[in-house]
């Protein structure tokens, strides 16, 4: 089994910052993409933003210019450091990671994180 723990969200001003962090940590032969998403209330969940294994990175246009994700693949760790944060930007951030769990399973596995929630109001 695999856990992912995310922390650093809270409440910030309009253009404001704050840096998501996702730990993952159980049963890991290797993680491959990582990604941040986030569901707003009423809204469907949608990807913020994700990093493959080697780094390739991708955003969605609403974050482009303000969000950056990155990994330390030696520590299982993916970060979202979320600058100039709008009231839009508001919503639980999710982790979710593409998992291989053992060297003896080809299987790719998806997991989520249990969410961390960003409040953007002055």
């Known amino acids: 089994q695999v856990q992912l723990v995310e922390s650093g969200g809270g409440l910030v001003q309009p253009g404001g910052s704050l840096r998501l962090s996702c730990a993952a940590s159980?049963?890991?032969?290797?993680?491959?993409?990582m990604a941040w998403h986030r569901q707003a209330p009423g809204k469907q969940r949608e990807l913020v933003a994700g990093?493959?294994?080697?780094?390739?990175?991708n955003y969605a246009d609403s974050v482009k210019g303000r969000f950056t994700i990155s990994r330390d693949n030696a520590k299982n760790t993916v970060w979202l450091q979320m600058n100039n944060l709008q009231p839009e930007d508001a919503a639980v951030y999710y982790c979710?990671?593409?998992?291989?769990?053992?060297?003896?399973?080809?299987?790719?596995?998806?997991?989520w994180g249990q969410g961390t929630q960003v409040t953007v109001s002055s």
């Open positions: 990093i493959t294994s080697d780094s390739n990175t």
């Open positions: 979710y990671a593409n998992v291989r769990t053992s060297i003896f399973r080809s299987n790719i596995d998806q997991y």
């Open positions: 159980g049963s890991i032969f290797r993680i491959y993409t």
